[in-house]
């Protein structure tokens, strides 16, 4: 008899998080399942965070539903966001997504961009 373990979400939600995606969920103007995050090469420090409505899921997506909520992870990007906390932080000057990444390991001045080293799978077996 092969035994299964449950395995952790890629990704987690705050609770302020689930409720801006659910809000953007909410107006958007076509059916959408919910949101899709991902990583792209780009920026001074090499790689940015991306998003983007998900209209269904892709064959390889990872889906993570948490408190309510979709998020569908590129499947080129779970082993950069695993363990990842997605939030949503309003300040005086700025309402934005934030991605607080164990696997970061600088960001750029400006706050556009990051480098991220990807997880490796047998280190977040025991996570």
Request: hydrophobic share 40%; with cysteine; net charge neutral.
């Amino acid at each position: 008899m092969t035994e299964t373990r449950s395995r952790p979400p890629v990704m987690r939600l705050t609770d302020a998080a689930a409720a801006r995606v659910r809000s953007i969920i909410e107006r958007s103007d076509r059916p959408v399942i919910g949101l899709r995050v991902g990583v792209k090469n780009g920026g001074c420090a090499g790689m940015e965070y991306t998003m983007e409505f998900a209209e269904q899921a892709g064959r390889f997506d990872e889906v993570v539903e948490d408190k309510g909520v979709k998020v569908l992870i590129d499947p080129k990007a779970v082993l950069y966001l695993l363990g990842t906390e997605m939030d949503f932080r309003t300040d005086k000057l700025a309402a934005q997504f934030v991605f607080n990444n164990p696997n970061q390991t600088s960001a750029c001045g400006c706050g556009e961009s990051v480098a991220i080293t990807p997880a490796r799978p047998e280190a977040s077996v025991g996570a």
